[in-house]
């Protein structure tokens, strides 16, 4: 029961905690204001090149966007703890750490799913896409999974965060790799092929795959492969990231650098 | 003059220091452009316009810039202000604007970092002959619009004085500014109620004659509106910085962060 609440309420708790982002001030801007003229940049590149339709930009970026939240959100749920000077009282508590941290995700996921929904419509709105109404629902679930996944190489980031003072770098590196490698602007097949390969490997990939296959009329059916790659990746990574996390705890205890990383 | 001189040097110099040292500065003036650059080179290779690969790669470095100046110059007050140092300032002897204007100076000038970034990765990494149309009116037109961005940078940070969330408001500009300046894609595209607001804009006048200097063309007419609209930032930032200093005086929310 104890870690139900841990993870449920210590998750919400801290998210609540991060009322920086909670502030219109900096929420509308970075969630809602950004996505979209990232959506519009990459679109009218796309017209000036005559690469890809309109609704190729929309859905990459829009679920690329998801990724922002599950990167700086899940480090600064850590790195935040460290500003605030509670870092070390929390990891002095038994309260067990499974809980404790991923309980930190749920949040984000969630706020990571409202981004990139937000994008997607307001986007395609902007740029008159059509999409079938049929694959809204379908849609809605593969940006979830999306988002989680995204979380997963957020937790790798929050870890890095418990050694290294500057996740604001890390997590911005994160995104331009995943801006880069995820066939979000550019095909993967115009890609070389070592960056094909390694965007198999990481989150984002396959969700977009699926959700532009998911836009352009095709059923949930036939991209549950997709689907099951990038929920499957999304494990691989929450895991990963909880060891990192684990493994960084016990490298900043011994080195006594919880407090200064 | 001398004075003036050399507190910009000094202010300048000493922002470039601080800068250069700063990890977040050193991924938006040297990783992200390289990350656009990249991302500019695949899009403009598969879309089979190869002819522009030099465009693109000088383009991701003139975003650099903008970016540098955005968040340099948008961060001046709210740093100096964490760090205590903002009422000091203030208070010294010579007028903010002075003070200010190295400081912002310096912001735009580490976008050289960006351009230079660019070009060496387009060379080497992608092959990308960097062969310039006209290199005297290059090396003139760079720091033209460096000076003029520096202006451009007081207006913004003058601007941010009275908010403390400056930073999200320079995270949300950074790309409308790209896309509204043609930055890398032709205004003829965008809608033509975008095009006057470009105009006012004076990187889109920079980039226009950095490019046409290194790609060929004519680049004083965009230079000669630099020059302009440099002038009436610097009115106009003089204005602004002086007003929001009077109120944040008399509200006493000088140093409230």
Redesign the interface.
Known sequence: MSAVRIFFVGGLTSYRALFSWLSPWILIPTFCIAPLFQILLFAYIGRTTHLESDKFYVVGNALQYASLPCLFAMAQTIDGERYQKTLPVILATPAPRLPLFLGRSLPVIANGIVVSVFAFTAGGLLLGIHVPVGALGSLALVIAVTAFACTGLGLVNAAAGLRFRDTAVSSNLFFGFLLVFCGVNVPLDDLPGWMSTIAQGVPLTHGIEAARKLADGASLGSVRGLVAAEAGIGVVYVAAGYGFIRLMERVSRQRAALEVA | MIRFLRLTWVGWLLNMKSLTRS??F???SV??PL?FA???Y????????PGTLLYASLSAGLMGIWTSTLFGSGGVISWQRWQGTLEPTVASPPPLLLVLFPLTLATASIGLYSLTATLLWGRFVFGIPVHLAHPATFALAVPVMIVNLGALGLVIGGSFML?R?AN??S??L???V??VTGA???LS??PGWVHPLSWILSPTWGFRAVRAAAIGGDAWPALGMCVVLGVAYAFLASYLVGLFEFRARVRATLSLT
């Not at chain 2, 695949?42 to 316009?49: D, N, P, T």
């Open positions: 990890g977040l050193i991924f938006t990783i992200e990350i990249t991302l500019s695949y899009l403009f290779k598969a879309g089979h316009r908010y969330n999200a408001l995270n949300m950074e790309f409308p790209w896309l890398l894609v032709p595209l965008l």
